[in-house]
């Protein structure tokens, strides 16, 4: 059976992102090298992204009347 990739998180793509600017930030960049390093840092800030979105969809919160509330929708009852 095939093994799963795991995926790096946020913490860690934002040490990437870091990473892959300091390289854009450098005056000697290749065309190539720049147009790399962006298409990989819009990669990492798509993953970023979905992973935000899962996290908000899991959140929760307790609301004045007792009730917990799902981020961004109504309410359920406890």
Same mark, same amino acid.
């Given at each position: 059976? $095939?093994?799963? &990739?795991?995926?790096?998180?946020?913490?860690?793509?934002? $040490?990437?992102?870091?990473?892959?600017?300091?390289?854009?930030?450098?005056?000697?960049?290749?065309?190539?090298? #720049?147009?790399? $390093?962006? +298409? #990989?840092?819009? #990669?990492?800030?798509?993953?970023?992204?979905?992973?935000?979105? /899962?996290?908000? /969809?899991?959140?929760? /919160?307790? &609301?004045?009347? %007792?009730?917990?509330?799902?981020? %961004?929708?109504? +309410?359920?009852?406890?």
């Amino acid at each position: 059976m $095939a093994e799963k &990739t795991k995926q790096p998180g946020l913490e860690e793509n934002f $040490a990437r992102l870091e990473e892959l600017i300091g390289e854009l930030d450098r005056e000697d960049i290749l065309l190539e090298e #720049a147009f790399r $390093a962006y +298409s #990989a840092g819009m #990669a990492i800030l798509k993953q970023c992204n979905d992973q935000i979105d /899962k996290v908000e /969809k899991e959140v929760l /919160k307790l &609301t004045e009347e %007792g009730e917990l509330e799902e981020f %961004g929708n109504g +309410s359920i009852s406890i």
